[in-house]
């Protein structure tokens, strides 16, 4: 295995927390396909089921969610190692809740959902980290169901983000009617109209017709 992956492997959020020798011997018994895709190729589509770990290495991926009822679709790109929804590997439904595709060159790593059993089982601190994940991932849904409801238009807008977004920072793109938009966080179109513009003139989002470029959502919460 070339020893740059190997590397980011010991930092996956999966094995983080591993010695070297530890993650020999989980190699030794499991089976890892590690892949390369180009510009545009697809890695997983919404709604596909969710039956492997997913891990990308390098390189920068958008992942794209289309609301259930259709009336917006938000864009979110990263080029830092993450797992793609691990989370959804068990529960009720057991699908991908976004569509993951290619921006630059991206390597990834991935593993069965029956190989990711055999770690947990027999591996202590694989099954910690999994466990943390898991719970990190609880506590952040928590808190939004916790939050009082924003009182300015621009803190609903963030909101409404935020409550849809796989992460609280980076570049997002929001393909949306505003009169959609406006609805959905019980405000006039006219106020979410003067909060982007406000939010235009600053710099920080792009309005082209029919979509709203975020340039990164964790400076809109300052």
Same mark, same amino acid.
């Given at each position: ?9 010991? !930092? ?12 020999? &011997?989980?190699? =030794?018994?499991?089976? *890892? ?26 390189? #920068?991926?958008? =992942? ?11 864009? &979110? ?7 793609? /929804? ?10 991908? /809740? ?35 994940? *898991? ?18 238009? /621009?803190? #609903? ?7 849809? =977004? ?6 997002? &793109?929001?393909? !949306?009617?505003?009169? @959609?938009?406006? @609805?959905?966080?019980? /405000? ?6 003067? =909060? ?9 989002? &792009? ?8 340039? @990164? *959502? ?5």
């Amino acid at each position: 295995m070339e020893s740059t992956m190997y590397n980011q492997l010991l !930092m996956s959020p999966l094995f983080t927390g591993l010695t070297t020798g530890e993650l020999t &011997e989980i190699l =030794a018994h499991i089976h *890892l396909d590690f892949n390369t895709y180009e510009r545009n190729d697809v890695i997983v589509l919404q709604d596909d089921r969710c039956d492997r770990l997913t891990y990308v290495l390098r390189g #920068k991926v958008k =992942a794209e969610m289309i609301d259930p009822r259709h009336r917006f679709v938000l864009t &979110e790109v990263f080029d830092k190692p993450f797992l793609i /929804e691990a989370y959804n590997m068990y529960g009720m439904k057991q699908a991908y /809740e976004h569509t993951y595709v290619i921006v630059e060159k991206t390597n990834t790593v991935s593993m069965t959902k029956q190989e990711f059993h055999s770690i947990l089982m027999n591996y202590r601190i694989p099954r910690i980290n999994a466990m943390n994940l *898991l719970c990190a991932q609880i506590h952040r849904m928590q808190k939004m169901m916790r939050e009082c409801e924003a009182e300015t238009v /621009e803190r #609903k807008i963030v909101q409404f983000l935020r409550h849809n =977004a796989l992460s609280c920072k980076g570049e997002k &793109e929001l393909k !949306m009617k505003m009169e @959609d938009l406006a @609805d959905y966080i019980k /405000e006039t179109r006219l106020n979410v109209s003067m =909060a982007l513009r406000r939010w235009n003139e600053a710099g920080l989002v &792009e309005q082209q017709r029919g979509v709203i470029v975020i340039k @990164d *959502l964790g400076m809109l919460e300052k």
